[in-house]
């Protein structure tokens, strides 16, 4: 295909492609964040291109009234393939790049008694509440991305809640694996 | 016992609390590069030639079948012979089968999300171990039986049965199978060929077909 050709078709873009351009730059970057909060950013810029073009081909069921959790659901999943280094054979070409962002933004300040108390908590509880907090999901959107129902969503995250406020106020607690080496 | 408006208050307290602590807030996000983002935007929706995916861009898939990597690996979904270098002699149409023959293939293996596609060409269709003319005589479930009138390639049989095709099976091009309905279907290692391979009955895709097999 000639440079030409690649013109010709990019002034032809179809409703389709519009649609999807539309998509993306709606949650590309929301996407982005919820990756980097979870894995290195290298992975994070390929599990995007996976995702992104898991979107392009599930176009038509990706609900408009929740097209974000729908997005975040789908890249979860390819994190998880990503994880199983289970990359796509078809992996693309052309490669997203991050742009730094200023070297001068402030680290957020470490709370570091909810970050342990967060930390002694089930793995399944954790992802709960940072979706909550986090990506600001609420119970309905969570389930979308955990693929339960928004009553399982509810429960959960209410346990969890329950969970890490108790793990807060008796932070010698547990029966929890604390990380070795805590003073 | 709080009540809810005071649980409400906790967990916005929590909520904020625990929002603080995000490793990654806005202006720590390392921003797209757009010019890298719209090339890989453009790829994605953008077809593959055939010829020139298959022979320039080895990290390009080269399926024209949809083909996830571990399937692939492992040979669970068919491609075209000719993509996997084997290949069966050409066999010109027809031949009557032999009594109730049965043959049993599948839909493909894995998850079609998972999957892309090549746009199909003559000479993909001809590495087909299989391809038929048939009618969907009885659905059970995700069970079809189909009775082919037309042998392109591969052993005649009376009845075909296939079976396991898996959700999402149109996202990659496989026809929906109703009773009644009249399908060209072309495969091989026992699995129905996709991504335009197999579909119902059209003058296009017979004279696909007929380029790939004809005499």
Request: aromatic letters at 6%; hydrophobic letters at 40%; glycine letters at 8%.
């Given at each position: 295909?000639d440079?030409?050709?690649?013109?010709?078709?990019?002034?032809?873009?179809t409703?389709?492609?519009v649609?999807?351009?539309?998509?993306?730059?709606r949650?590309?970057?929301?996407?982005?964040?919820?990756?980097l909060r979870?894995?290195?950013a290298?992975s994070a810029?390929?599990v995007l291109?996976d995702?992104?073009?898991?979107?392009w081909r599930?176009l038509?069921?990706?609900p408009?009234?929740?097209?974000?959790p729908w997005?975040y659901?789908?890249?979860?999943?390819?994190?998880?393939?990503?994880?199983?280094g289970?990359?796509?054979?078809?992996?693309l070409?052309?490669?997203?790049i991050?742009?730094?962002?200023?070297?001068?933004a402030?680290?957020?300040?470490?709370?570091?008694d909810?970050?342990?108390?967060?930390?002694r908590?089930?793995?399944?509880?954790?992802?709960?509440?940072r979706?909550?907090?986090w990506e600001q999901?609420?119970?309905?959107?969570i389930a979308?991305?955990?693929d339960v129902?928004?009553?399982?969503?509810?429960?959960r995250?209410?346990r969890?809640k329950k969970?890490?406020?108790?793990a807060l106020?008796?932070?010698?607690?547990s029966r929890?694996q604390?990380?070795?080496g805590?003073e | 016992m709080?009540?809810?408006?005071?649980?409400?208050?906790v967990?916005?307290i929590l909520r904020?609390?625990?929002?603080a602590?995000?490793?990654l807030p806005p202006q720590?996000?390392?921003a797209?590069d757009?010019?890298?983002l719209?090339?890989v935007?453009?790829e994605i929706t953008?077809?593959?030639a055939?010829?020139?995916?298959?022979?320039?861009?080895?990290?390009?898939s080269?399926?024209?079948?949809?083909?996830?990597?571990?399937?692939?690996?492992?040979g669970?979904?068919?491609?075209?012979s000719?993509?996997?270098?084997?290949g069966?002699?050409?066999?010109t149409p027809l031949?009557?089968p032999?009594p109730?023959s049965?043959m049993?293939?599948?839909?493909?293996a894995?998850?079609?999300?998972?999957?892309?596609?090549?746009?199909?060409?003559?000479?993909?269709i001809?590495g087909?171990q299989?391809?038929?003319?048939a009618?969907v005589?009885?659905v059970?479930?995700?069970?079809y039986?189909l009775?082919?009138?037309t042998?392109?390639?591969?052993?005649p049989k009376d009845?075909v049965?296939l079976?396991?095709i898996p959700?999402?099976a149109?996202l990659?091009?496989?026809p929906?199978?109703v009773v009644?309905?009249?399908?060209?279907v072309?495969?091989?290692?026992?699995?129905?060929?996709?991504?335009g391979?197999s579909?119902e009955?059209?003058a296009?895709?017979l004279?696909?077909y007929d380029?790939?097999?004809g005499s």
């Amino acid at each position: 295909m000639d440079v030409k050709e690649v013109d010709a078709l990019r002034a032809a873009r179809t409703p389709t492609v519009v649609r999807f351009e539309e998509l993306v730059a709606r949650v590309s970057q929301p996407v982005l964040r919820f990756l980097l909060r979870r894995t290195d950013a290298e992975s994070a810029a390929d599990v995007l291109s996976d995702t992104l073009l898991v979107l392009w081909r599930r176009l038509d069921d990706v609900p408009a009234e929740a097209e974000l959790p729908w997005a975040y659901a789908v890249a979860k999943s390819c994190l998880a393939n990503h994880r199983r280094g289970q990359r796509r054979h078809h992996a693309l070409v052309a490669k997203i790049i991050l742009l730094d962002p200023p070297a001068d933004a402030d680290p957020p300040e470490e709370d570091l008694d909810l970050s342990e108390a967060l930390q002694r908590l089930p793995p399944d509880d954790q992802e709960i509440l940072r979706l909550w907090a986090w990506e600001q999901l609420e119970p309905r959107d969570i389930a979308a991305v955990l693929d339960v129902s928004a009553n399982v969503a509810s429960v959960r995250l209410h346990r969890a809640k329950k969970k890490l406020a108790a793990a807060l106020k008796d932070p010698g607690s547990s029966r929890t694996q604390t990380r070795q080496g805590k003073e | 016992m709080s009540d809810g408006r005071g649980e409400d208050i906790v967990d916005d307290i929590l909520r904020r609390r625990l929002a603080a602590g995000d490793p990654l807030p806005p202006q720590r996000t390392p921003a797209l590069d757009r010019t890298s983002l719209e090339a890989v935007m453009h790829e994605i929706t953008t077809p593959q030639a055939p010829e020139s995916g298959a022979v320039d861009a080895p990290r390009r898939s080269r399926w024209w079948l949809a083909m996830p990597a571990a399937a692939a690996a492992a040979g669970a979904v068919w491609v075209g012979s000719s993509l996997l270098g084997g290949g069966s002699a050409s066999q010109t149409p027809l031949a009557v089968p032999s009594p109730k023959s049965t043959m049993t293939i599948s839909g493909p293996a894995g998850d079609p999300t998972s999957m892309t596609c090549l746009p199909v060409s003559v000479e993909l269709i001809r590495g087909a171990q299989f391809a038929f003319d048939a009618t969907v005589t009885a659905v059970d479930g995700t069970t079809y039986t189909l009775a082919p009138t037309t042998w392109f390639k591969g052993e005649p049989k009376d009845v075909v049965v296939l079976q396991g095709i898996p959700d999402g099976a149109a996202l990659i091009g496989i026809p929906n199978f109703v009773v009644g309905g009249r399908y060209l279907v072309a495969g091989g290692d026992g699995q129905v060929g996709a991504c335009g391979a197999s579909g119902e009955y059209s003058a296009d895709l017979l004279a696909l077909y007929d380029k790939a097999f004809g005499s």
